[in-house]
């Protein structure tokens, strides 16, 4: 029989998950979730309610961007006392950037929100989509003592659960296509889902769910490397209307001392831009005052990003110009984890 009082929300946007091969041209194309839960009959044996909300047209998650982040919170909000959980069924090549965005527009996030996909398509023999989709909404519809186990943004994605807010899609050939480097597993899966308790953020406070819609992308992800030019650098922060940078620089945040560099970061900071430092490594953290490499940075103004991923400082920037604070606000809370995206000390 089943629970009635469990309900869960799938809520598909598209991706390889949901897509079929067109036998002409060889090429992947969407199909709808009618057709997805024909390949997943395991569906019906779940011990708790499932409904479904279909994104029309479904889409590839290149085609991903604000305003569908937006949507997905609108369907969020507008379902939330009726669900116990939501899946979201989503492409891996910018599921990252929709985890990270959505951990900051959902403040006060009380139930689980666990997006997952696929490598291969559901409909193929060796589909790593059934596996993902199944643990998927079991650990959305998961409950410690009559309240949701993770009530946070999260990837899952063969075997583990991850914060959505510090992964970023590492492969895009294996079925581990997701990392979390500088923030351990909320969950491992095998026989069993063993959930590390006591690294899943629960909201203390006691608000409702505040949806943020607005988001600005005013912002620029720029990646230093050997020989950048200084022409390139001066063009980027000339852009009109640019209003932050996710400067990705390297090993433990550090840049060429060039003076040229110092100079237009110094300038493009006094004009209100915001530029946040990351490094280009997988893992580890920012610090500037480790090397002199990275100390001109300091003293230029730059902010360290601590250990956030590009996903996560991209859309995190975009959260806060979208509350059109003023460039020192903005800096301040960039200092300040919002949804456990940076470890701070
Ligand atoms: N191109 C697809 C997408 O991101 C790839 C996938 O789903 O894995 O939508």
Redesign the pocket.
């Known amino acids: 029989m089943k629970a009635e009082y469990t309900s869960v929300l799938i809520i598909y946007t598209?991706?390889?998950?949901g897509m079929i091969e067109n036998t002409e041209t060889g090429a992947l194309e969407n199909f709808n979730f009618e057709q997805l839960q024909r390949h997943v009959p395991e569906l019906k044996k779940l011990d708790f309610n499932i409904e479904s909300y279909q994104f029309d047209p479904p889409r590839?998650?290149?085609d991903m961007d604000p305003e569908a982040w937006a949507e997905l919170v609108r369907i969020i909000y507008d379902n939330y006392n009726d669900y116990d959980g939501f899946v979201i069924l989503h492409?891996?090549?910018?599921m990252a950037y929709t985890a990270s965005a959505l951990s900051f527009m959902l403040e006060n996030l009380n139930k689980p929100v666990i997006l997952t996909?696929s490598?291969l398509p559901i409909g193929v023999l060796r589909t790593d989509g059934k596996e993902n989709l199944m643990t998927s909404l079991e650990i959305a519809a998961a409950k410690y003592k009559n309240k949701p186990l993770v009530p946070e943004v999260c990837i899952f994605f063969e075997n583990h659960l991850m914060r959505g807010n510090r992964t970023t899609k590492i492969n895009a050939e294996n079925f581990n296509a997701f990392r979390s480097y500088n923030y351990p597993a909320l969950a491992g899966v095998g026989i069993h889902i063993k959930y590390e308790l006591s690294l899943i953020h629960h909201c203390t406070n006691e608000k409702p769910l505040t949806p943020h819609l607005a988001l600005d992308t005013n912002v620029v992800v720029l990646k230093l490397f050997p020989g950048i030019q200084e022409s390139v650098i001066s063009a980027i922060l000339a852009i009109p209307g640019l209003k932050a940078v996710v400067l990705e620089t390297y090993g433990s945040g550090n840049a060429p001392r060039k003076v040229w560099l110092t100079n237009l970061l110094i300038e493009a900071n006094e004009r209100g831009i915001v530029i946040v430092n990351i490094t280009q490594c997988s893992a580890g953290t920012v610090e500037m005052d480790r090397y002199e490499t990275g100390r001109q940075l300091l003293d230029a103004g730059i902010l360290s990003g601590y250990d956030s991923t590009t996903e996560s400082a991209v859309t995190k920037l975009m959260f806060l110009l979208g509350h059109r604070l003023p460039p020192n606000e903005v800096r301040q809370m960039m200092k300040i984890s919002i949804a456990g995206e940076i470890t701070v000390n």
């Open positions: 598209g991706g390889t998950i590839d998650s290149s492409g891996t090549d910018t996909g490598q």
